[in-house]
Structures are given as C-alpha cells and as structure tokens.
C-alpha cells in the first residue's frame, strides 16, 4: 500500500521524528513538559506539509487541469516573452503551507524544454515574484503541436524547487513532476484560444481542478 508522503519528505520527516521519540522520552524522565510537545506539533505539520495524496483527473482530455493546489490570483491574457513568445492566457495561483505542495502536469506531451533560473526569495504573492524569483518552468508541447508552460516559483519561505522531469520526457495529465517547499506559487502560460475556465479568487486542487479546455 502506498503511503501518501511525497519521497522528498523523507529527509525531514525520518531524524525529526527520531528526534521527537527522543525528546519525548528525556521528558518523561526530566519533566521538560512543554517541549515534546512542541516536536510533536513540528512533525506533525512536516508530515501535513509533505502529504502527496492521490489525486484522479477528471475525464477528457481536453481538460487542462490544475498543476498545484491553491488560490488562483492572477487569469488574465499578457505577453509572454520569456516562454512562448507570443500572448498568452496567464493563470497564477499561490500555494501557502498548509495546500498540498506536489506539482502535476496540467495536460500530457512531451517536454521540450526545462529552463531554471536562480532568483530572489519575494513573497511569492506580489507580482514581481514571476520576474524575479528562484523558478524553474517546463514546457510541453501536446500531441496536437500546442505549447503549455507551468512555471514553479519560490516563494519567501520555499527554498528548494523540485522538478523530476527532463527535456524530451513524456508527461501524462495529472502526473506528479515535481515540488516546491514551504510556500510558493505555479504560473501557467497557455494559448489565447483556449476556454478559460477559472477566475482569480478560486481556489484550486491539483490533478482534478480544471483551469481551461483546449479548443478545436
């Protein structure tokens, strides 16, 4: 059966767990009472933080659907310069501590490019944070010959981007491929002529939220 941590969890969860056993067990001899309390709170919210539950995509693949959990703050047609050189629709949306933070493919392809660019740590809220920010974007181009962008970007406690995927990988729609920790924010970038299906103040769930639908 599987467990629903995502792996790169595993690293934090493991020695603060051990560390709670101790601590809990000093102060059942010392009487430190407040603090296992405090590294239980603490391993409980790493595990909340890494939970990577199962998430099943709702029929047709026209469906673009949501890379990350979150409030969508940002549905609006702009220039993309960086990615796909032309108009774009631009969707945001911000992830706090408390969502889900495992990424998913919001429509399957394959993907042609992997650009990561090192940045600052803004909160991943305010605009400038696309522009600015640690962030790391896959394209994927669609069996159709259509290009999508989901863009991971760090935020002001996130530290660390996680992407397991490469050029020329095969992505499926709602596969996870990747992560980002401790608060952050996912940009889509996707064609002008695709059927809008979210406004900014909606929240979100990766893998099952639709965001638009492509158009014949």
């Not at 394959?110 to 991943?124: D, H, M, Q, S």
Request: some cysteine; proline content about 5%; overall charge positive.
């Amino acid at each position: 059966m599987r467990i629903p941590l995502a792996r790169e969890g595993y690293p934090f969860i493991i020695p603060l767990a051990v560390l709670t056993a101790v601590v809990w067990y000093l102060d059942s001899r010392f009487a430190f009472y407040p603090i296992h309390f405090f590294f239980l709170a603490l391993t409980c919210f790493v595990l909340w933080f890494f939970r990577d539950p199962v998430r099943i995509p709702p029929d047709g693949e026209d469906n673009i659907i949501s890379p990350a959990d979150g409030k969508v703050i940002k549905a609006e047609r702009v220039m993309d310069d960086r990615f796909l050189k032309t108009e774009a629709i631009k969707i945001s949306i911000f992830m706090d501590v408390f969502n889900v933070h495992v990424n998913r493919a919001p429509s399957s392809g394959r993907v042609v490019e992997v650009l990561y660019n090192p940045g600052k740590f803004i909160n991943a809220s305010f605009d400038k944070a696309s522009l600015l920010n640690e962030q790391n974007a896959i394209v994927v181009e669609t069996a159709s010959g259509r290009r999508y962008v989901a863009n991971q970007i760090a935020g002001l406690i996130a530290r660390r981007i996680v992407c397991d995927v490469k050029e020329n990988d095969m992505v499926r729609r709602g596969e996870r491929f990747g992560l980002i920790r401790f608060g952050s924010r996912l940009d889509v970038f996707l064609p002008i002529d695709v059927d809008l299906r979210v406004k900014i103040g909606d929240k979100v769930s990766a893998g099952t939220s639709v965001l638009a639908r492509w158009t014949s």
